[in-house]
């Protein structure tokens, strides 16, 4: 049962049929309800932001989506079918790629290699052809790294390809984890967060990285944010979060006016 | 002055890719190369094979094969000695049922058995890390160990429970047992170590290697990139211990001669653990630097003091030896965890900006 029917945007961008769909989800941690029924949809080709306070569940259900936790309770549908219990790489494979919000790069290898690892699930050389250096291990090595090179430039990080990522600073961390994250050529994008910590300058370059990708690879992308300017800048649609529970879901205009809203989040936070 | 990479501009990825993308690295290592395989053999004595020459290639092979688990793929081993056993009673085994077996292959198909033992005991490595993942393999180490006493057939039943290498020869010649030339088998050594030594970089620097480093750095967002965890870690056991049985293999039919199960034991173990750390963990050329140390400082322990004419004993030349390793690894832990390969590669930046430091 594959919704087809789309939307169009303030902004006059044609948004396609739901991509992803959260079906009454639960997820306990033994005595502590982390998210309550909770059932929401993303749309190909939207920016689906993910809002409310500290511990609302945010991050956990962002987890539930890449695999990491399996919910008590519901069902995640893709692509219009019911997704099986799934291992977090099995759910990388079909095409959810992710940033986190405590960043989790590769300290050890460099810059052009944590974008490379991006491209993992596209490699499928055997032992023998890579130990080798030949035949598939070799033209795949090249191959993807056009395909990197090309994500490197997008995110103007050229100069620190061979930089070990353990050196760089926080704001370019961010940038790096994004790439390997865009590398892989998402169906779906996650971002935990991807503007936490950051200064004003650093917000709007990552701003527009975010708006770019959507603009001109078409990636749906779901990403969760404290900044209500920025979220209501850049998303099509919101899903407020509280202790667990959905208390708003619409455009931000929408989410903006309400009450629910308005009490628990913006009227504290802002 | 002498690392100029100024000029040398890549176009293409692929030449960016190459082995040796600043020439200076490509000439430097011809001149090592040049040394390897002419000039140390002509000039070597006995003396210098056997205690020098061949066995640094053969423990720098195993610590490569240990580095490949600890270093790229971060699980720690404490059972390296064990699968060297695995791999010199395999051979062992094949070359004296088989007698016909060329050598080198007996050698080579050795490995294929720590590999498959290595995989075995890989396995607690899917729900344990660290320190218990390190004591889990311990007690590979000591449950080989017991079964290379225990079991007769492994040894062929002789009265000694060890084992002895019987001469082998290849087209004619002498390559293992009591009738070998130095010569012969360093140059056996030699080859062999230097095929896996670019097989082993090959892996590293590409899709697996990455799979294994990302593994080794953060797990839980390697698995969410993508990465099956169970096979990362199995392959990092497959391949180690493949490198491992296959110096295990060379250690006993290209240089010991004869081997007794005790000889796998935990001291052999933390020897090559120490090379692999000294060296640099996560590095192909630091195996070969923390073999040249480990293995080079006793003999130069041991035959300089004399060529100085200072008197000194046999013990206290152990007693040295002991007391600076032990003073080198807890520098290498503390100062610098990845060894003598990063102190090369801070020389290398050096030499490269120098003398114009910006
Ligand atoms: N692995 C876990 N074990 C136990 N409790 C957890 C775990 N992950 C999250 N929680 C709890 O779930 C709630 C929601 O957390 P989280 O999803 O991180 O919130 P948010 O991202 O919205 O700040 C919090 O109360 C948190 O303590
Ligand atoms: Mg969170």
Redesign the interface.
Known sequence: MKDTQGYLTADGRQIGGVLMEMRNITLRFGGVVAIEDISFDIREGEIRAIIGPNGAGKSSMLNIISGFYTPSNGEVWYKGAPRPLMKPYEVARMGVARTFQNIALFEGMTVLDNVMTGRLTHMHAGLLSQALWWGRARDEEIANREVVEKVIDFLEIQNIRKTPVGRLPYGLKKRVELARALAAEPSLLLLDEPMAGMNVEEKEDMSRFILDVNDEFGTTIALIEHDMGVVMDLSDRVVVMDYGKKIGDGTPDEVRGNQDVIDAYLGVAH | MFYRTAGQFKTS??SD?ALFPVRQDAILLAVILVFAWVIFPLTASEFTFQTLLIPILIYALAAMGLNILTGYAGQLSLGTAAFMGVGAYACYKMVTLMPWLNPVVAILLSGVFSAGVGVAFGIPSLRIKGFYLAIATLAAQFFLVWLFEKWAWLYNYNASGAIQVPNLTMFGVYVAGPQADSWVQYYLVLAIVSVMTV?CI??TR???G??W??T???D??????????MKSKL?AFM?SSYVVGVAGALFVFMWRGAAEPNLFDIPLSFRILFIAIIGGL?SILGNYLGAILIVGLPVVLGTLPAALGIPISSSMVEHINVMMVGGLIVFFLIIEPHGLAQLWRLIREKLIIWPFPH
């Open positions: 990825y692929e890719q097989l090959n892996l590409g899709n697996l990455r799979t480093k990302a080794r750095d953060v839980i967002a390697a698995e969410l990139i993508g990465i099956n965890l392959t391949v996560g």
